[in-house]
């Protein structure tokens, strides 16, 4: 947008005149001021950091707008605040009527060759399929197949009719667009791409998606990735190629993408391997200390303790006016703790 227009829309959020605002993250900046932010919605909140959603919710004027997040795959984090902060949960678990469950496998590089002839016959027979790397060009630090590695060599094993293409963040955006719309209308047979592709495509026809070195992705990415294939009625497959050597994490990851397509026991999973993060704090993983508890594994203490505190507030809010509670509460605002629920 044009600077002119961008001062014309904050002038008319600002007095009120637009009641309804859609947009990105430009909304969260200081510059854009809301007359009476009564409700905030963040979608793919995963892509959303710690500090961005309390400015967001700072802009309600004195008063906390009320908060909808909506994500496919909770980051840890958010299940934890799920299940013992402030937010309450709604699951949609169904998936539209005709979809069916994507297949994943796991392979080893050493079968590249295999796996790619099999995608190469599954395209001939009118499926179309997306190549996702971890990377746009070759590094010299990191030993994985690139995004422009891949294109080539798929260019130099494909059958002559098959159109291939590549996409990627670094390409004009008029460029990437045009891609895209020939991939939908099925004029591109495979793309190769980065993560570029993670979010907002909708292309039933792709039936396919392969991931190199899907151990160099974390849990909640390679579910969101996943999700752009088995959007129609036809059965979709995703091959996650790994290196020979894996950690431990890498395994188990790996194995509940095999198990699983449901994106809340992904991220029960997640929680398991990474921890929620600081609850009041802005780290997204890692597990908290406390001083007692363990939160895995005194969940039900934990919930418990939840419900009765929220118990109190409803019940007794003249437990905050308590001087030792009161100066607790000072202190641990004092710490630059930001809380977001």
Same mark, same amino acid.
């Given at each position: %947008?044009?600077? #002119?227009e961008?001062?014309?829309?904050?002038?008319?959020?600002? #007095?009120?005149?637009?009641?309804?605002?859609i947009?990105?993250?430009?909304?969260?900046?200081?510059?854009v001021?809301?007359?009476?932010?009564a409700?905030?919605?963040?979608?793919e909140?995963?892509?959303?950091?710690?500090?961005?959603?309390?400015k967001? %919710?700072?802009?309600g004027?004195?008063?906390?707008?009320?908060?909808?997040v909506m994500?496919?795959?909770?980051?840890p984090?958010?299940?934890?605040?799920?299940l013992?902060?402030?937010?309450?949960?709604?699951?949609l678990?169904?998936?539209?009527?005709?979809?069916?469950?994507?297949?994943?496998?796991?392979?080893?590089?050493?079968k590249?060759?295999?796996?790619?002839?099999?995608?190469f016959?599954?395209?001939?027979?009118?499926?179309q399929?997306?190549?996702?790397a971890?990377?746009i060009?070759?590094?010299e630090?990191?030993?994985?197949?690139?995004?422009?590695?891949?294109?080539?060599y798929?260019l130099?094993?494909?059958p002559k009719?098959?159109?291939?293409a %590549?996409? =990627?963040?670094?390409?004009p955006?008029?460029e990437?667009? #045009?891609?895209?719309?020939?991939f939908?209308?099925g004029?591109? =047979?495979?793309l190769v791409s980065?993560?570029v592709?993670e979010?907002?495509?909708d292309?039933?026809?792709?039936?396919?998606?392969?991931?190199?070195?899907?151990?160099?992705?974390g849990?909640?990415q390679?579910?969101?990735?996943?999700?752009?294939i088995?959007?129609?009625?036809?059965?979709?497959?995703?091959i996650?190629?790994?290196s020979d050597k894996?950690?431990?994490?890498?395994?188990?990851?790996?194995?509940?993408?095999?198990?699983?397509?449901?994106g809340?026991?992904?991220?029960e999973?997640?929680?398991r391997?990474r921890?929620?993060g600081?609850?009041?704090?802005?780290?997204?993983?890692?597990?908290?200390?406390?001083?007692?508890?363990?939160i895995?594994?005194d969940?039900?203490?934990?919930?418990?303790a939840?419900?009765?505190?929220?118990?109190?507030?409803?019940?007794?809010?003249?437990?905050?006016?308590?001087?030792?509670v009161?100066?607790?509460?000072?202190k641990?605002?004092?710490?630059?703790?930001?809380?977001v629920?």
């Amino acid at each position: %947008m044009k600077k #002119s227009e961008k001062e014309s829309i904050a002038n008319a959020i600002c #007095s009120g005149e637009m009641q309804i605002i859609i947009g990105t993250h430009a909304l969260i900046q200081e510059s854009v001021k809301f007359k009476n932010l009564a409700f905030a919605v963040v979608d793919e909140q995963h892509r959303f950091g710690v500090i961005q959603r309390s400015k967001l %919710m700072a802009k309600g004027n004195n008063l906390t707008p009320h908060f909808l997040v909506m994500t496919a795959t909770p980051i840890p984090r958010t299940l934890a605040l799920t299940l013992y902060g402030d937010l309450d949960l709604s699951i949609l678990d169904e998936k539209p009527a005709g979809r069916q469950p994507v297949l994943t496998a796991v392979r080893k590089e050493s079968k590249r060759d295999i796996i790619y002839n099999w995608v190469f016959d599954q395209v001939k027979k009118g499926d179309q399929a997306y190549v996702i790397a971890p990377l746009i060009e070759k590094s010299e630090k990191i030993e994985v197949k690139a995004c422009e590695e891949v294109y080539e060599y798929l260019l130099s094993r494909a059958p002559k009719d098959l159109n291939i293409a %590549m996409l =990627h963040g670094r390409m004009p955006r008029e460029e990437r667009r #045009s891609i895209m719309q020939n991939f939908r209308k099925g004029e591109i =047979h495979i793309l190769v791409s980065t993560t570029v592709i993670e979010v907002g495509i909708d292309v039933p026809n792709a039936t396919i998606m392969v991931i190199e070195h899907a151990e160099r992705f974390g849990l909640a990415q390679l579910h969101q990735l996943r999700g752009r294939i088995g959007r129609g009625s036809k059965k979709s497959y995703c091959i996650l190629i790994t290196s020979d050597k894996l950690t431990e994490d890498a395994k188990q990851r790996l194995n509940a993408m095999v198990k699983s397509n449901d994106g809340f026991y992904l991220s029960e999973v997640d929680l398991r391997l990474r921890g929620p993060g600081e609850f009041m704090g802005t780290r997204q993983h890692g597990l908290p200390q406390f001083r007692i508890a363990d939160i895995l594994r005194d969940q039900q203490l934990i919930e418990k303790a939840r419900s009765e505190a929220f118990y109190i507030l409803e019940n007794h809010p003249e437990f905050l006016n308590i001087p030792e509670v009161s100066a607790h509460i000072k202190k641990i605002k004092k710490e630059d703790i930001i809380y977001v629920g």
